[in-house]
């Protein structure tokens, strides 16, 4: 109910009657959900079909350049703590002086809109970029990549209204381009990890700007049953993907290798893929395949139909030594994506069981969607319930990143979150200047 109350405003009907199914119908047998909506929820509709709502009014938010508070550090803190516009850590204070610092870096308006984003519908600002990108702690000359950040975050591709639902899927934001090092970007040991200023702040950027700007907020329009924090920005290693003659995430969604993009992708969850031996990609796929495949669990439904079809993209981001062992044996970054493809699967009967009776979204069987057209015949090529089936519709689906520690043997995977927060790329446009800027920072 609390969801429903806090979102009805950022819909624009703050009023709209609201009836309650008591419990979770998920956890109820078909008896006692029938009981409940007799005994509670039809009441309820009844009334809201007869009676009047009550008239609210909508409370007045602060306008973009207003000073909205002065005082020390501590009580700037604890005054944006309690409007919920913190995520609980220290803030920058977003002085009028450090917002115009970060303006300074880019050529917009700072009065542009580039979209406006549920659940709140508020206009997604230049100004309000800065005044994030501020309160996270980057520094003025992340600017470029925030404001295309922003971007992605409108685009309807990626869908950011879901970004508040219960699995708690969090954004991984995958940097490319000659700004990793121009700006100091971590792209060898540690990735992923804090510790590395721009790769910490601009992940936080992103979980604060969903807070401020999209409004979700925890127990009212975020409704993540387990959370995970923001994820730290994961850049690409290109030097070493120039040196295996691999393209770059940039080029796979779109844009030139050597291009300054940013792509995100909401990921529900992710593992380590430790100790991967082998001097041969044949001894080296079949276990990164197994990971990949195994990491999938639930998220089948969002290629098979049990809420769309074909939009799963997991990810694999294997360490140069392992996409030097692969691209020495002659394979390209498409050969591994193909292994990914007919390797990486599970059976028909995990797919169904899944979709019928764990995850309740239920699509019959596999074979019924074939019939349908819904889904490849690669789904349905016996009747065999052992049989194996991909977990994606085509090899493109698989996404492939080259970063992490140069002399380490491991990977990681990321299960996806499917069309709710589909992978999404923008390219980063910097100033005219912006040789000279970053030469005297």
Known sequence: MGQAVAT?????????????????????SQAEVRANVVRVTAAQVIANLTEQPDVMVFEDEPAAHDIVFSGTFEEVNDYFYEREWSDGLPIV?????????FLSFTDRDPDEILGVVLPASRAVTIWAVAVNGVMSGCRP?????????????VDPNYGVEH??????????????????KELKFNYEQGVLRDGFKPNTAVGRFWRLALRNMCGFL?????????????RVVLAE????????????????????????????SRMTSGNVIVSVTGSTPEEIMPYLADAVASCTRWEIIFTVGGITYGTLRPALVLTPILADIIAKAGWSKDDVKQYLYDHARMTARRVETYTENWADFPIVSLAHQVNLGKLPTDFAISGDPERMVPIVFDKQDFM?????????????TFAQNGYLGFPTAKKIVLPADWTARIGKR
């Open 8 to 28: 009805s405003v950022g819909l624009g009907m703050p009023n709209i009657p609201l009836a309650m199914v008591p419990g979770h119908p998920g956890a109820q």
């Open 93 to 101: 204070p977003p002085t009028v002086e450090k917002i115009e610092a």
């Open 141 to 153: 000359e992340y600017m470029p990549i925030l404001i295309a950040l922003a971007e992605a975050m």
């Open 163 to 180: 970004s508040g639902n219960t699995p708690g899927a969090e954004t991984l934001i995958i940097l490319n381009g000659p700004i990793i």
């Open 218 to 230: 925890i127990h009212k329009t975020d409704k993540g049953c387990f959370g995970n924090t923001f």
């Open 237 to 264: 290693n290109e030097d070493a993907l120039a040196g295996m003659g691999w393209p770059s995430n940039a080029e796979d969604m779109g844009f030139k290798t050597g291009d300054n993009t940013v792509s995100i």
């Open 400 to 412: 492939v990143l080259v970063s992490g520690d140069p002399l380490r043997t491991n990977a990681y």
